[in-house]
């Protein structure tokens, strides 16, 4: 079972931030935050992720609380090609793990004109 | 730079018969890798890993079964396809830069 809880969907207003909330109370100290987005009919991209610290990169920026048990995905100036389910993970780094992992719902992010 | 090849992109099966998805990576050796299936509306769901040559692990037990024959490639198959199989799948691979990299998807319809 997916071990993070987002809410099913969120609208922002094209050009706005879009800050998308995911919590993960039960994260293990060794478990990365990963954030990916799937535009209809195509495979999930990734966004970003991070251990313990704020991280940005070209597409977005990632805020993990200092207890990690929550983070927010922020994307700065949103467009309408933004439109798509966002997933927020939680696992280990290494690529040895094993991990169950299933992707929950997501959140249904709609960019309005 | 490490790519994720998945074919075939839309497919559509009749009822009982034999499914083949094939799925291979390049630029990296022994990955991790993974078959997700997405009903539509719904979340990914893992059906099945693999860490190396040989090593299959199934999440669901269902109707469908997975090899990897070499290290670079991982298939999933059926022998009689049912109607619930229809879905969206992914092959996937995990990587230390970026976690999960997903193919483009097959889009499988069962009639």
């Known amino acids: 079972d997916a071990k993070t809880t987002q809410p099913t969907s969120m609208d922002c207003a094209e050009g706005r931030a879009a800050n998308l909330p995911c919590n993960h109370s039960?994260?293990?100290?060794?478990?990365?935050v990963y954030w990916y987005r799937q535009i209809h009919s195509q495979g999930p991209q990734y966004i970003i992720h991070?251990?313990?610290n704020n991280e940005t990169n070209e597409m977005a920026s990632l805020i993990i609380t200092e207890d990690r048990k929550s983070s927010t995905l922020i994307l700065p100036h949103a467009t309408l090609r933004d439109t798509a389910v966002y997933y927020c993970?939680?696992?280990?780094?290494?690529?040895?793990?094993?991990?169950?992992?299933?992707f929950g719902t997501g959140t249904r992010l709609t960019i309005i004109p | 730079s490490q790519t994720i090849h998945q074919w075939p992109a839309t497919l559509v099966q009749p009822v009982g018969s034999p499914l083949s998805l094939e799925c291979t990576v390049e630029g990296t050796s022994n990955p991790n890798l993974y078959w997700y299936r997405q009903a539509a509306g719904r979340g990914l769901q893992l059906l099945f890993y693999s860490v190396g040559i040989g090593q299959i692990s199934s999440e669901v037990p269902q109707n469908l079964s997975a090899s990897r024959p070499q290290d670079r490639q991982f298939i999933l198959s059926s022998k009689k396809l049912l109607l619930s199989d229809s879905g969206f799948y992914l092959c996937?691979?995990?990587?230390?830069?970026?976690?999960?990299?997903f193919g483009s998807g097959t889009r499988l319809t069962v009639v």
């Open positions: 039960t994260i293990s100290g060794n478990e990365y």
């Open positions: 991070g251990l313990k």
């Open positions: 996937a691979w995990f990587g230390l830069n970026y976690g999960y990299t």
């Open positions: 993970i939680v696992r280990v780094a290494q690529a040895e793990g094993n991990e169950k992992l299933t």
